[in-house]
């Protein structure tokens, strides 16, 4: 089981920057693929970014491309989201996700929601135009 906790949301002007964290719990961190989520009021949750379990691969939604950037540390337990040249249409609850695979390949994710196991709650990013 993986416990996973976002922090780093909040309201911030159009053109600026935030960024979100991911902290999770358990000594398996480094085995999973990492996902980045988003869910705006009255949409469908969306594909932002993977990352592979040994950071080396990773994967943007179309939208967020050139602005956003995702990491992670495992010696920390972290996963992270760099979101520059924010949009009001980036406004959403935000969410990262673990899968647990299985994969064979340290490079491997996925950008399918349904192959995420764990979530966090999610943390409100709302930009102001």
């Known amino acids: 089981q993986v416990q996973l906790v976002e922090s780093g949301g909040g309201l911030v002007q159009a053109g600026g920057s935030l960024r979100l964290s991911c902290a999770a719990s358990?000594?398996?961190?480094?085995?999973?693929?990492m996902g980045w989520f988003r869910q705006a009021p009255g949409k469908e949750r969306e594909f932002v970014a993977a990352i592979s379990r040994s950071g080396t691969n990773t994967y943007y939604g179309d939208p967020v491309k050139g602005r956003f950037t995702i990491s992670r540390d495992n010696a920390k337990n972290t996963v992270y989201l760099q979101m520059n040249t924010l949009k009001p249409e980036d406004t959403a609850v935000y969410s990262c996700?673990?899968?647990?695979?299985?994969?064979?390949?340290?490079?491997?994710?996925?950008?399918?929601?349904?192959?995420?196991?764990?979530w966090g709650q999610g943390t409100q990013v709302t930009v102001s135009s």
């Open positions: 996700a673990a899968d647990r695979g299985p994969y064979y390949t340290s490079g491997a994710y996925s950008i399918r929601e349904i192959d995420y196991d764990y």
């Open positions: 358990g000594r398996t961190f480094s085995s999973y693929p």
